[in-house]
């Protein structure tokens, strides 16, 4: 509703300006170069439109970086609102700028809406949101938004002091900011406000802290949620590597956790859903490079919600898959594993080429891969066996390796399977249309075959680079995969 009023009073501003509203500010301009007039526009320069933008998309930066990403996507949506209803209503509107000494290279730019205003409001409301959001305290949140909302105030008031602008122009900027900050939270569910069921759990974190920027904020936010479900405060347990995570994996668990809530990569997560099994259920909010499990299954990639997720979801059957590798100990994986370019591919992909191109990045990466010459391979799948120079073998738990690029679109991580693909081109062509087919999506792809079963068997002519959940072990000429169905316990979206 409020924002059905915002954006009903920002249309009857744009069609009938309240001009009335002008006299409000009976003051003339300083003479021509009054030393008022030019500290004035000394700081008029300084908090000039564009430098509160710039300074917006580094509040976005610093969200996004610390997982608030409905919240970053907020104030990067409202940003471009502003200055899209801004532009827009200048030239609609097209106001003459009242007369004054000091419009400079104003004049060919209407009056009406106030670029400046509109700037400032929009950056102070974006500076209130990123300090709630990384401190989730009262105090330094009123604190900025008091210095936030002085400084609006002052860029406006700059504004008619120099006469450049009516009040109602003015005024008109900050609505529009306004408006187009509440119309983003809405559309981001940046400001959603749930009510949750009471419901007491013991809550233990397992965090990465080469993988958490924030953390202050994630913890206050989710002591906040748990104590409005009528649970204790969580406590968080450090890890630092594999050995350390599969040990507070078992303090949780000894402590009674219901609830193992991990802060991390692909990497911390599989080893906390191998440790726990079916002792306690695990949320996960996606802290890593790829986040494999958390894409697949529908998790939110946001810091706040994935945990509303965990604590108010169930935890739901998850299978796992137990890899043997060779002469090495066995290990589990929780998305998928493969052999060949599979692994190459995933190796080559750089994390800056999937920030900036997504999926598009994998075909980047696989182009250097069109010339690799297959491997003579025996694949055996529940007794069915495929002998053949192959390019590569994955496994999966869960079909993509991004979104977008589903390698294996039918598998079902609680169906009790594991899903098998293999591939053996006989040339660049046969590579590079297999590439684009899983980007588009193709059912059919020519010399790749689609499997399903409970076990898998591979055996390489000679050694090829290997991965488990998107993490290259190595080399490798001997693989056993099967499946654990239920394995483990995950809060996930429900499938209905």
């Known amino acids: ?80 609102m502003t200055v899209s209803i801004v532009t827009v209503l200048k030239s609609l509107v097209a106001r003459m700028r009242p007369e004054t000494p000091w419009l400079g290279g104003l004049h060919a730019d209407a009056s009406f809406p106030s670029g400046h205003a509109a700037a400032g409001t929009a950056l102070a409301i974006a500076v209130v949101q990123v300090t709630w959001a990384l401190t989730r305290r009262l105090r330094p949140t009123l604190v ?114 219901d609830l193992v809530l991990v802060l991390g990569g692909d990497g911390t997560i599989r080893q906390v859903l191998a440790t726990l099994g079916l002792r306690a259920s695990v949320g996960i909010v996606a802290a890593g490079s790829g986040n494999l499990l958390a894409k697949n299954l529908g998790i939110p990639l946001d810091a706040g919600r994935a945990m509303e997720l ?97 390698l294996l679109p039918a598998a079902d991580p609680s169906d009790g399977r594991l899903d098998v693909l293999v591939a053996s081109p006989r040339g660049s062509g046969d590579v590079f249309a297999m590439m684009v087919g899983v980007l588009l999506g193709r059912p059919g792809l020519r010399r790749v075959e689609r499997l399903e079963g409970t076990r898998v068997a591979m055996s390489f002519g000679r050694p090829v680079p290997f991965q488990i959940d998107g993490d290259v072990i190595g080399s490798v000429t001997e693989v056993a995969v099967e499946v654990l169905p239920g394995a483990a316990l995950l809060v996930r979206r429900s499938a209905t």
């Open 310 to 406: 965990a604590l108010d979801g169930e935890g739901s059957p998850l299978d796992l898959l137990r890899v043997a590798v060779d002469a090495d100990p066995e290990r589990l994986a929780a998305v998928m594993v493969g052999a060949g370019a599979d692994a190459a591919v995933v190796a080559d992909t750089t994390e800056r080429g999937k920030r900036v191109a997504g999926p598009f990045a994998y075909l980047a990466a696989g182009l250097r891969h069109v010339r690799a010459t297959p491997t003579p391979a025996r694949v055996t799948v529940d007794g069915s066996v495929i002998a053949s120079d192959v390019s590569l073998v994955s496994v999966g738990n869960v079909g993509s390796l991004h979104p977008g690029v589903a």
């Open 1 to 80: 509703m409020s924002v059905a009023v915002l954006g009903v009073a920002v249309v009857a501003w744009a069609l009938w300006i309240p001009t009335g509203l002008d006299a409000l500010w009976p003051w003339p301009p300083p003479t021509a170069g009054a030393l008022t007039g030019r500290l004035t526009v000394v700081w008029a320069n300084v908090l000039q439109p564009v430098t509160a933008y710039l300074t917006m998309i580094g509040i976005v930066v610093a969200l996004f970086r610390c997982r608030w990403r409905d919240l970053a996507g907020s104030v990067l949506l409202a940003l471009a």
């Open 144 to 257: 900025a938004a008091v210095i936030s909302a002085v400084v609006a105030a002052a860029v406006c008031i700059g504004r008619l002091v120099l006469a450049v602008h009516h009040v109602s122009d003015v005024l008109g900027g900050a609505l529009i900011a306004c408006f187009s900050a509440a119309l983003a939270a809405v559309l981001t569910g940046a400001w959603r406000v749930t009510v949750p069921t009471r419901r007491p759990r013991t809550i233990r974190v397992i965090w990465h802290p080469n993988r958490v920027r924030g953390r202050v904020g994630l913890e206050r936010y989710l002591a906040r949620e748990a104590a409005r479900r009528g649970c204790p405060p969580p406590v968080w347990l450090v890890t630092e590597d594999d050995e350390h995570t599969v040990a507070q994996a078992r303090v949780a668990s000894e402590e009674g956790a």
